[in-house]
T-cell receptor
Framework: DVKVTQSSRYLVKRTGEKVFLECVQD?????MFWYRQDPGLGLRLIYF???????EKGDIPEGYSVSREKKERFSLILESASTNQTSMYLC????????????????FGPGTRLTVL | QKEVEQNSGPLSVPEGAIASLNCTYS??????FFWYRQYSGKSPELIMS????GDKEDGRFTAQLNKASQYVSLLIRDSQPSDSATYLC????????????FGRGTQLTVWP
């Protein structure tokens, strides 16, 4: 079974702090994704990565950066947390080989609920 | 226009009824279509995928795709209270390194 884990289920930080959210997958997937989910707004893509050290901006990259130094790990960084970054953050992974196949699937981690005070 | 639009809901149906969830997408080059289910406080899980026009059935779930109308739907037959969740429609264009475009979701409640 694919397993995507996230470092924390709940996190409380103060405005201006630097925040690291970690995601690890154990299926040797090339693609990894960071989303945030807010009521009424659905899932919005922040950044994704298709290989080590490679990244692409999603729809809402402002205020965020990412790091992918190892294939299994994808980190989301909030350089200076703000209250409007309070949200549920979801990490996902998928295999490049399956992208064009009927078996394509993105597997999600359990999520990190971040509160910025 | 948003990439993927879903009927806003919330949708409420009695136990045993058919629940119909709808989704339209804007990009004609879209190739693959997915329905994810998300229980409250949990992460999304894939329940159906469809690639060709027509119907695809899996147990009580049927996905329907009409590429000419840029429309995909999910029917849940014999709805159960355990089907109460938010259903997310997602679209893959086939050329964007596995990126999916998600709708905002439709909240379904099945009452006993």
């Amino acid at each position: 079974d694919v397993k995507v884990t996230q470092s924390s289920r709940y996190l409380v930080k103060r405005t201006g702090e630097k925040v690291f959210l970690e995601c690890v997958q154990d299926m040797d997937h090339e693609n990894m994704f960071w989303y945030r989910q807010d009521p009424g707004l659905g899932l919005r893509l922040i950044y994704f990565s298709y290989d080590v050290k490679m990244k692409e901006k999603g729809d809402i990259p402002e205020g965020y950066s990412v790091s992918r130094e190892k294939k299994e790990r994808f980190s989301l960084i909030l350089e200076s947390a703000s209250t409007n970054q309070t949200s549920m953050y979801l990490c996902a992974s998928s295999s490049t080989l399956s992208v064009a196949s009927p078996n394509y699937e993105q597997f999600f981690g359990p999520g990190t609920r971040l509160t910025v005070l | 226009q948003k990439e993927v639009e879903q009927n806003s809901g919330p949708l409420s149906v009695p136990e045993g009824a058919i629940a119909s969830l709808n989704c339209t997408y804007s990009d004609r080059v879209s190739q693959s279509f997915f329905w994810y289910r998300q229980y409250s406080g949990k992460s999304p899980e894939l329940i159906m995928s469809i690639y060709s026009n027509g119907d695809k059935e899996d147990g009580r779930f049927t996905a329907q795709l009409n590429k000419a109308s840029q429309y995909v739907s999910l029917l849940i037959r014999d709805s159960q209270p355990s089907d109460s969740a938010t259903y997310l429609c997602a679209v893959h264009r086939g050329s964007t390194l596995g990126r999916l475009y998600f709708g905002r979701g439709t909240q379904l409640t099945v009452w006993p």
